[in-house]
């Protein structure tokens, strides 16, 4: 389900940095009002769809949920499985977070798994509330990099078969 929302977001993402630099000219007659605002840089955060935040949040939210909760520590034939798919969780969010600082600037961050409608609106109403911007991001995730790296270099990446393909 991560990766899902994750290829959802990216998708967007390819559309917003492509705008951003200018390499791509929009047909007006065509193209639809939110990309036609982005293309002009004169957009509504709140009402433009491809600027959604929620999606952003939810990928963050899932990937805090798997992260307290999976058991890295199950071995299997010398090799713990779940560990590289740790990595792979840390890897999106921290991509997650990277592409929210790229298009808002500065946000809010929180790593523990928010579970109920309280403790989201409690979150969202602290003015308090940490942030993570272009100044602070590598110094949020710089540590966390460098252990995933060690990870993915000695257990390799999470191998997934031929999930989706039928064998004939």
């Known amino acids: 389900g991560i990766l899902k929302s994750v290829q959802k977001v990216g998708d967007r993402q390819v559309l917003l940095n492509e705008l951003?630099?200018?390499l791509v000219s929009i047909n007006e007659e065509k193209a639809v009002i939110d990309v036609q605002e982005l293309s002009?840089?004169?957009f509504n955060l709140n009402t433009n769809k491809y600027l959604d935040?929620?999606?952003y949040y939810s990928i963050i939210n899932n990937c805090n949920i798997y992260l307290a909760r999976v058991d890295t520590s199950l071995t299997r034939d010398n090799i713990k499985p779940m560990l590289r798919e740790y990595v792979a969780v840390k890897s999106a969010r921290a991509w997650t977070y990277?592409?929210?600082v790229l298009t808002?600037?500065?946000v809010p961050f929180y790593t523990e798994p928010l579970l109920s409608t309280d403790a989201i609106n409690s979150f969202i109403n602290n003015p308090n509330h940490e942030t993570v911007n272009a100044d602070n991001l590598l110094e949020k995730f710089e540590q966390k990099l460098v252990e995933m790296e060690k990870v993915e270099y000695e257990y390799g990446y999470p191998q997934y078969g031929m999930y989706g393909f039928k064998s004939i």
Do not use: F, I, P
Request: avoid cysteine; hydrophobic fraction near 35%; aromatic fraction near 6%.
């Open 20 to 22: 951003r630099a200018d």
């Open 98 to 100: 990277m592409q929210l």
């Open 53 to 55: 935040v929620k999606d």
């Open 40 to 42: 002009r840089s004169v």
């Open 104 to 106: 808002y600037g500065e």
